[in-house]
């Protein structure tokens, strides 16, 4: 299991903001990059553990750098 409970998807999409990533689209995911790394985010509360820790390794942070961005 993840280290990393559910988020609620606003709180994500904050932390990557603040990590340098910027919202490309919205619609029913919230579309984000930041130089060649691109990111998706669905608009679901909470975000499943799992997937959050699968965007939060796209993204390039590590479990602990994400958790500190929160």
Same mark, same amino acid.
Request: aromatic residues 12%; hydrophobic residues 50%.
């Given at each position: 299991m993840p280290k990393l409970p559910g988020v609620r998807?606003? /709180?994500a999409?904050?932390?990557l903001q603040k990590s340098g990533f910027t919202i490309d689209r919205q619609g029913k995911?919230?579309?984000m990059s930041k130089?060649? /790394?691109k990111v998706v985010v669905p608009r679901n509360n909470p975000v499943d553990a799992y997937t959050m820790?699968?965007?939060v390794r796209d993204a390039g942070l590590t479990i602990?750098?994400?958790k500190a961005l929160l």
């Open positions: 998807h606003l /709180r999409v904050n932390a995911h919230i579309f130089g060649g /790394r820790a699968a965007i602990e750098e994400f």
